[in-house]
């Protein structure tokens, strides 16, 4: 079952806007990471913000978490035509030496030049 | 520092066929794991390992068997496949969760169809 839901599926903006994208979770975890994966391409971690954390920076990224509404955000600041891609929010939950990863169905972001 | 290659690329399979999908990584990562994507879809999870001659079941491991006779390599094996099969799937590697690391690498994916 997906636990992590990006919102919205698709999001087109011009070069240099921001870029906002929404994960919303339904049950209790460890940390929250959020990929990047270019078409065709495998999947690049981008950040991963545990739970007692409530934002994170890197570089024109930045990432919240509100365990208290089950959501994170992810904002890419002045995009460029490269951040074209598809965004995965991913939960963690840890169990002894597994790491239960679940992964939502993404968000295709287009940016345009 | 190779990082996690998956082979083959791309493949087409018959239906009933078997083959296996090879996964290596050099970063000495106790945990390894199999994903697959489907169109529209997130990544879901076959099977994962936490360690040489350790494995154990994800969301959907029906149809696929792995096995971890090394550190190193992860190999997942669908033993008589079907067109429900037809994903891309997704290798991945990380340190225990117990180590300070714990960034997950992502192989570049293995295309298959089976028809």
């Known amino acids: 079952s997906q636990q992590g839901e990006e919102d919205p599926q698709a999001l087109s903006i011009q070069e240099g806007e921001n870029a906002t994208m929404n994960c919303s979770y339904k049950?209790?975890?460890?940390?929250l990471q959020w990929y990047r994966q270019n078409s065709g391409r495998g999947l690049v971690h981008l950040i991963l913000?545990?739970?007692?954390?409530r934002e994170k920076h890197s570089g024109r990224l930045r990432v919240t978490l509100d365990t208290s509404k089950k959501s994170s955000s992810l904002l890419i600041t002045a995009s460029r035509a490269a951040d074209t891609a598809s965004y995965f929010c991913a939960t963690e939950v840890l169990s002894g030496s597994a790491r239960q990863l679940t992964f939502g169905s993404g968000t295709q972001l287009t940016v345009l030049p | 520092n190779a990082g996690v290659t998956q082979t083959p690329k791309f493949q087409v399979l018959k239906t009933g066929q078997s083959m296996t999908l090879q996964c290596a990584q050099d970063m000495n990562h106790e945990y390894m794991s199999w994903y697959r994507q489907d169109p529209g879809m997130g990544l879901r999870l076959i099977h994962y390992s936490v360690g040489a001659g350790i494995t154990d079941q994800g969301e959907v491991p029906n149809g696929y068997n792995v096995s971890r006779s090394t550190t190193e390599d992860f190999p997942l094996r669908l033993l008589s496949a079907a067109p429900s099969q037809t994903s891309v799937y997704f290798c991945?590697?990380?340190?225990?969760?117990?180590?300070?690391?714990?960034?997950?690498?992502f192989g570049e994916g293995s295309w298959l169809t089976v028809v």
């Open positions: 049950t209790s975890i460890n940390n």
């Open positions: 913000i545990r739970s007692n954390e």
């Open positions: 991945a590697s990380s340190y225990s969760p117990g180590h300070s690391g714990n960034t997950i690498y």
